[in-house]
């Protein structure tokens, strides 16, 4: 999974809350295999622990357990602590 496919994913989100006026449609999180981690390329941000990584105020976790996505927040089956607002693309 590319930066510019996480964008498009986000975006497509974004568009689709604001048209529908869900925020349930936001992004939640985004997963990501290892093998799949894009390190320097994705401009994350940790400001605190508990924060966690976020790219584009999205929660990122990386595990060999995970398949790459973008989820939704209504779909997510995992805590990812507090949702915050979705930054526009850098």
């Known amino acids: 999974m590319t930066p510019d496919e996480i964008d498009q994913l986000i975006d497509a989100m974004v568009a689709e809350a604001a048209k529908t006026g869900d925020e349930n449609y936001l992004p939640g999180a985004i997963f990501l295999h290892p093998d799949h981690w894009v390190g320097s390329k994705l401009k994350t941000e940790m400001t605190t622990i508990g924060r966690g990584i976020r790219y584009r105020g999205v929660r990122v976790l990386v595990s ?3 398949e790459s996505k973008v989820v939704a927040r209504a779909d997510l089956q995992l805590d990812v602590g507090e949702f915050e607002a ?3 693309a850098p």
């Open 64 to 66: 060999r357990e995970f």
């Open 86 to 88: 979705v930054m526009a």
